[in-house]
């Protein structure tokens, strides 16, 4: 009989739901070893064949005819079995296949540097193209695609339309400069192919309000590009930006969707990959089912960016030492700040909202005592800052004061003209995709979250 070609995943999916697995013998299973011992008449290989996190164990013995050469395959060669599976309730995995035939379908190099043994992620790190071959890197970039998924389900279930905003643009929609240009001539960036200084883009949101004031509710999710030479475990130049825009709705709604989101994924991703979660759990970040757990079960807090800064000044007079004390309404809190406020003081994810407008962008909705916007970060311990949102300004004259003012009009017209045109109210928020990644799943590296990351003097691969 020809063997059925089977993956590892399809093998547990159907031992899970009481399926006699045996009766599908003979099987043929193609993966990647990750570990291989044999002892004189029987071997044992470790396969990963991609297709889920667990690995299934081959069993061999002197009766293949090239047992000696399969004893000597090394941890990385692609391979191909042939053979039986054979359920063992006893044993640690429920199950085995014992081998009638083993191929080599790839053969490895003796220098291939992943050996069964602890690897550092920095040492990984420089391994970005095999990385994804080991348990840590398997697991976060299938829970990054599990977690794509929920973010699109989470929208689309709600009516959302998703929009695909450019990658290259006109305009800096930050208004905070640290943007790529794009050019084919770089001797004369402003006159070259687009007739205009273009660059890669910061942020989706400013095309995006224009189709909320169409459609309603709205997102764009997609990469995006920022030129800060900020050297933190946390600031990737490419990264991923889930962007949802709300018309008929305020800062608190906003708020209400922002933290819905924010739980929504970390079910889906808890749901949807047992596995790997577990691990992260057990080896990343020890606790982390607890801390999201917590997260799941209460409510987040609210906090005034003023009330914040007066606790932050009691901090600091109790003694306690920020790498910048000088703290002062009206600042740009840096990380340290926003650490203390969501780690020592809520313990758990908050907002803070209504910020100084002059550390805010352009955007944003003025409030009513002339001083402060609309504005909220939302802040997770280890972290700071995931979420970025705000109501925006959608009276005409008061924008455009603004925009005059820092003068970012010219080519943006058309966005100050949606409040001309049949504006209203409207809300939105950024989330950054590979932060919610590290933040769900306990990786304390943007760098490990990201594929190939791109950060600045980093683009090996
Ligand atoms: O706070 P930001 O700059 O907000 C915006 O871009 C708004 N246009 C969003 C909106 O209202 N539609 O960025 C939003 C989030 C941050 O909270 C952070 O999680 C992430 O994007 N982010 C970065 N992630 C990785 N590397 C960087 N360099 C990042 N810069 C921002
Ligand atoms: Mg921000």
Same mark, same amino acid.
């Given at each position: ?126 391994? @970005? ?143 949807? @990959? ?101 504005? @909220? ?85």
């Amino acid at each position: 009989m020809q063997p059925k070609a089977i993956t590892v995943r399809d093998l547990y999916a159907a031992h899970a739901s009481k399926e006699d697995i045996s009766k599908l013998s003979p099987v043929l299973v193609e993966g990647w070893v990750r570990t291989n011992r044999s002892s004189g008449q029987v071997g044992f290989i470790a396969v990963n064949d991609g297709s889920c996190f667990k690995t299934i164990q081959v069993v061999y013995d002197s009766k293949l005819p090239n047992f000696d050469k399969v004893g000597h395959i090394l941890t990385g060669a692609c391979i191909g079995v042939k053979g039986t599976i054979v359920l063992t309730p006893e044993m640690k995995q429920p199950f085995e296949l014992h081998a009638t035939e083993i191929v080599v379908l790839g053969d490895v190099a003796s220098d291939y540097p992943l050996q069964k043994k602890f690897h550092s992620l920095e040492y990984l790190r420089e391994l @970005c193209y095999l990385r994804p071959r080991t348990n840590t890197f398997a697991a976060l970039y299938r829970v990054r695609s599990v977690l794509a998924r929920g973010i699109h389900e989470f929208f689309q279930d709600k009516g959302f339309v998703y929009v695909h905003t450019p990658e290259i643009t006109g305009n800096d929609a930050e208004g905070a400069g640290s943007v790529f240009t794009v050019v084919t001539d770089a001797k004369d960036a402003y006159n070259d192919f687009f007739g205009r200084k273009a660059s890669l883009t910061v942020s989706g949101q400013l095309h995006v309000e224009a189709f909320a004031l169409a459609f309603r509710d709205v997102y764009t999710f997609g990469p995006t590009f920022r030129a800060e030479k900020s050297n933190t475990p946390r600031h990737a130049s490419e990264f991923w930006m889930i962007e949802p825009e709300i018309a008929f709705a305020d800062l608190e709604d906003d708020m209400v969707l922002m933290e819905e989101c924010i739980k929504y994924c970390i079910k889906y991703v808890m749901d949807k @990959c047992p596995d790997e979660m577990d691990f992260f759990n057990n080896f990343i970040s020890k606790g982390l089912f607890d801390k999201l757990n917590a997260v799941l079960a209460t409510p987040f807090t609210k906090m005034e960016y003023t009330d914040g800064i007066k606790i932050l000044q009691e901090a600091v007079k109790n003694g306690h030492k920020f790498e910048n004390s000088n703290i002062e309404w009206g600042m740009d809190l840096q990380s340290e700040h926003e650490r203390y406020l969501t780690e020592e003081v809520v313990k758990g994810p908050m907002f803070l909202i209504n910020y100084p407008k002059e550390i805010k962008a352009f955007y944003m909705r003025e409030n009513d005592d002339g001083k402060t916007v609309a504005a @909220c970060d939302c802040l997770v311990p280890g972290e700071g800052e995931i979420i970025g949102g705000s109501q925006r300004e959608e009276r005409y004259d008061i924008l455009e004061k603004k925009m005059a003012a820092i003068g970012n009009k010219e080519g943006l017209e058309w966005y100050l003209n949606l409040r001309k045109y049949g504006g209203c109210i409207h809300s939105g928020f950024g989330i950054g995709f590979d932060r919610l990644l590290m933040y769900i799943t306990g990786v304390a590296n943007i760098r490990d979250t990201e594929p190939f990351p791109r950060t600045s003097s980093n683009i090996k691969y």
